[in-house]
């Protein structure tokens, strides 16, 4: 098994209740791999959630794809008691999904 980590970068970002996760693979090869098993439903499993509340869209010229993860932030930054209110630690949890 490869997890995310070993096949791209994760980034995160927030729109109040959403989590943005920015997935940039590493090279092409990864890329490839990447569009065939990382679905919106496989994130959504990882993370717990329904699968309608994920959204995933291609970005092929950046190697790149974005996963909006709605509701996961508890109320986002201003309306959560959560220590992680834009989602940072978030993106190390996606690292570690084994493909």
Do not use: C, W
């Not at 993370?47 to 509701?71: D, K, M």
């Amino acid at each position: 098994m490869t997890t995310i980590d070993e096949l791209a970068s994760v980034r995160t970002g927030d729109k109040g209740d959403t989590l943005i996760l920015g997935v940039i693979a590493h090279d092409q090869s990864a890329y490839s791999r990447l569009d065939q098993e990382l679905s919106a439903e496989r994130v959504a499993l990882h993370f717990g959630l329904n699968a309608q509340a994920v959204t995933r869209s291609e970005l092929p010229p950046l190697h790149s794809f974005s996963f909006e993860l709605t509701g996961l932030l508890g109320g986002g930054v201003t309306g959560s008691p959560n220590l992680d209110g834009h989602g940072k630690t978030m993106s190390y949890h996606l690292l570690t999904l084994e493909i």
